[in-house]
């Protein structure tokens, strides 16, 4: 994640006006000082009757705890009343409710006065449902059944159900079995731009297709609140409430269930580096000279490539809530584990004390309630060189960026670090492109040597080998979306721009592959079906053997025949030049040509440029994949996930699409 992915709205200071709560109603009243009931700390605590819930915010500043707080919701007709005024337990203000309706759902705010006068409202910092002005939007009309925005409220609201439902899990999610941390292959994506309903429903549709091409892991990116309702999601500001632009609660658990009935784990993007101005710590005691009185979050970040609000993880409260909310998404979401990004900036208000912090939210967060869990972190920084190795050691995992060495070799230009050796290892994830870097297949026919250029049957004859020689290695590897057919739009490239490609916002919409006729092209459906092969064989036939260590790996900067062999099990070659053949001889052995019917294989093979071969030594027969042309790929989903159905249209000589009542043109834009 980088400085320049604001969310646009994020960037805009809070531009709704609310009417201040009333402080002379509750003049002159004095907290009662009341130690808190047992087990309660910041949060939110429901009775087991479904009637009653203890609420407890911690309000003070580095050296002063608040004057007084006061309950301001539903229960107040959002007015001040002495009869909501919140015990006092230190720096911590916290009441208990009863009579309360089971099942039926509660607005409220923290009115907070602080030591010196100035007063706040404030959400809660535990929030696992909030209600923002911009729910009028996209929230609104995945869950038209979401309570109105308040008057009287400012900022975010939380609400609260006592007695709420338990989702009852099916017996896929409550026996997953994890695959082994060391053989995962991940596919990243952005729920927003995977699917035309930018919602969880469109996601939904999508399982089949991400279940053919044999992953068995799925990363989202983040997914926690944050700002506005267009975001990569790295903008975050509570951590226990799921975006409701993508869709409600019941529609993410059942997305995760899905996932596990068909072998899938399911991992989040988690970004506790830092928060927006809407977090309600933030919001407390907000950037500029009240930030250094705030003792939740650091003045000055104490590492590199910090943006927004810094958090101290050093502070008690915030360690406390970052460790409950891991094992909240584990527990009450049943995900699988977490890529946290910028991990080097888990600091406290010192330098060099993320590992400390990582290993302390693995022991009491992931190892104490979920062993098996997966936590992969961005590690970056100054010092990723001795800390890396800590990390993995201890058990977790790091992101590895090998992105420059296959754009070299997806480019053909087998010079300059192309070689793929740090691609090989456990305890990394390993990857092609991400979402932070630039697309294969654009470089390619951007600056693609020889012919690759103008030849596009070359260049997306390339896809399946990078492919293969990423998620044949040794370790954990990574896809990111639409990797596996060719996806040829820059990263920066936007829909609204003429071709697509005239943007620094890396967030833009990108131009949609049903329209643009990516899964009807035989060169994009042939590397689809080359990648899910190779996938699959490592997932799903021949798994215990991609666990163990490569015996011989020929990747190496410049070489044009590059080779994996898996013991007796596995022999996978490939000619990465853009000229040349290249002749490789089998290893010595019985071997059968996977991606060609299992047929016997024998003697010395000659590779056309681009070929990728991969030999077992056993007759494993590939999956086909014959439904991925005839499925429908060329209809939209829209936000209630109805399909519409796509025409080709010719207007003054130029080919056009309809759908429903607009038409765009090729690069995906809306023309009328």
Same mark, same amino acid.
């Given at each position: 994640m980088r400085k320049l992915f604001f969310s646009l709205i994020g960037l805009c200071v809070l531009c709704w006006s609310a009417q201040a709560a009333n402080w002379n109603t509750v003049a002159g009243l004095t907290p009662t000082e009341k130690a808190r009931p047992a087990g309660v700390s910041n949060g939110?605590?429901?009775?087991?009757?479904?009637?009653?819930?203890?609420?407890?915010?911690y309000a003070a500043s580095k050296t002063q705890s608040a004057k007084r707080v006061f309950l301001l919701g539903d229960m107040t007709n959002w007015q001040l009343s002495g009869d909501y005024q919140l015990y006092k337990d230190?720096?911590?203000?916290?009441?208990?409710?009863?009579?309360l309706t089971p099942g039926q759902e509660y607005r409220f705010q923290y009115a907070v006065e602080r030591a010196d006068g100035v007063k706040k409202q404030i959400s809660d910092l535990y929030s696992e449902k909030v209600l923002h002005p911009d729910d009028q939007y996209e929230p609104k009309k995945v869950d038209p059944d979401l309570l109105d925005y308040p008057s009287g409220a400012d900022g975010y609201v939380t609400v609260i159900q006592p007695g709420k439902p338990k989702y009852q899990w099916s017996e896929a999610t409550l026996n997953f079995q994890?695959?082994?941390?060391?053989?995962?292959?991940?596919?990243?994506?952005?729920?927003?731009?995977?699917?035309?309903?930018?919602?969880?429903?469109?996601?939904?549709k999508r399982l089949d297709y991400i279940q053919n091409l044999g992953v068995n892991a799925v990363e989202l990116m983040p997914i926690c609140e944050f700002d506005g309702n267009y975001n990569w999601g790295y903008s975050p500001n509570h951590y226990f409430a799921p975006d409701k632009a993508y869709g409600t609660e019941t529609m993410y658990k059942e997305f995760i269930d899905e996932c596990h009935k068909r072998g899938i784990a399911v991992i989040l993007d988690m970004v506790f580096n830092h928060a927006t101005g809407l977090n309600p710590m933030n919001k407390l005691y907000p950037y500029g000279t009240d930030l250094a009185n705030n003792p939740w979050f650091n003045v000055e970040a104490?590492?590199?490539?910090?943006?927004?609000?810094?958090?101290?993880?050093?502070?008690?409260?915030?360690?406390?809530?970052?460790?409950?909310?891991?094992?909240?998404?584990?527990?009450?979401?049943?995900?699988?584990?977490?890529?946290?990004?910028?991990?080097? &900036?888990?600091?406290?208000? @010192?330098? %060099? +004390? /993320?590992?400390?912090?990582?290993?302390?939210?693995?022991d009491n967060a992931i190892k104490a309630v979920s062993p098996t869990a997966y936590m992969i972190l961005e590690h970056w920084g100054g010092n990723m060189g001795t800390e890396r190795p800590q990390l993995v050691s201890y058990g977790m995992q790091c992101w590895n960026n090998t992105s420059n060495a296959y754009c070299q070799t997806a480019m053909g230009w087998l010079k300059e670090g192309d070689g793929f050796g740090d691609a090989n290892k456990d305890g990394y994830v390993a990857y092609c492109e991400s979402h932070d870097?630039?697309?294969?297949?654009?470089?390619?026919?951007?600056? &693609?040597?020889?012919?690759? @250029?103008? %030849? +596009? /049957?070359?260049?997306?004859?390339?896809?399946?080998?990078?492919?293969?020689?990423?998620?044949?290695?040794?370790?954990s590897h990574m896809l990111w979306m639409w990797e596996e057919i060719g996806y040829d739009f820059s990263i920066n490239s936007d829909?609204?721009?003429p071709n697509g490609n005239n943007s620094s916002y890396r967030c833009n919409k990108k131009p949609r592959p049903e329209i643009r006729g990516y899964f009807t092209n035989a060169d994009r459906v042939a590397a689809?079906?080359?990648?899910?092969?190779?996938?699959?064989?490592?997932?799903?036939?021949?798994?215990?053997?991609?666990?163990?260590?490569?015996?011989?790996?020929?990747?190496?900067?410049?070489?044009?025949?590059?080779?994996?062999?898996?013991?007796?099990?596995?022999f996978v070659a490939a000619n990465f030049d853009v000229s040349s053949n290249q002749a490789v001889t089998l290893p010595s052995g019985t071997w059968y040509d996977y991606l060609n019917g299992a047929s016997r294989a024998t003697g010395t093979y000659t590779l056309a440029?681009?070929?990728?071969?991969?030999?077992?030594g056993s007759p494993v027969v590939a999956p086909t994949f014959e439904d991925i042309q005839k499925r429908d790929h060329t209809g939209i989903e829209n936000v209630q996930g109805d399909k519409v159905q796509s025409t080709k249209i010719l207007i003054d000589g130029q080919i056009y699409i309809l759908r429903g009542d607009k038409i765009y043109d090729l690069n995906g834009r809306v023309v009328r």
């Open positions: 939110i605590y429901y009775g087991a009757d479904g009637t009653s819930v203890t609420l407890c915010t230190g720096n911590y203000f916290w009441i208990t409710l009863t009579g994890r695959p082994n941390k060391n053989n995962l292959v991940i596919y990243e994506l952005w729920i927003y731009d995977y699917t035309e309903g930018r919602s969880l429903k469109g996601l939904m104490p590492h590199s490539d910090n943006v927004y609000e810094d958090w101290n993880h050093g502070f008690a409260p915030a360690r406390e809530m970052f460790t409950r909310a891991l094992k909240y998404w584990l527990t009450e979401y049943k995900v699988d584990g977490f890529r946290l990004d910028l991990s080097h &900036g888990l600091c406290s208000d @010192q330098p %060099n +004390t /993320s590992v400390a912090n990582l290993k302390y939210y693995y870097e630039e697309r294969m297949q654009y470089k390619c026919k951007a600056y &693609g040597a020889g012919d690759l @250029q103008s %030849n +596009t /049957s070359a260049r997306l004859g390339r896809v399946a080998e990078n492919v293969a020689f990423n998620v044949l290695l040794n370790g829909i609204d721009h689809f079906t080359k990648c899910a092969q190779v996938i699959t064989l490592r997932t799903q036939l021949m798994p215990s053997v991609f666990e163990g260590n490569p015996t011989s790996v020929t990747v190496g900067t410049g070489a044009k025949l590059r080779k994996i062999q898996w013991g007796s099990n596995v440029p681009g070929e990728l071969k991969v030999f077992t």
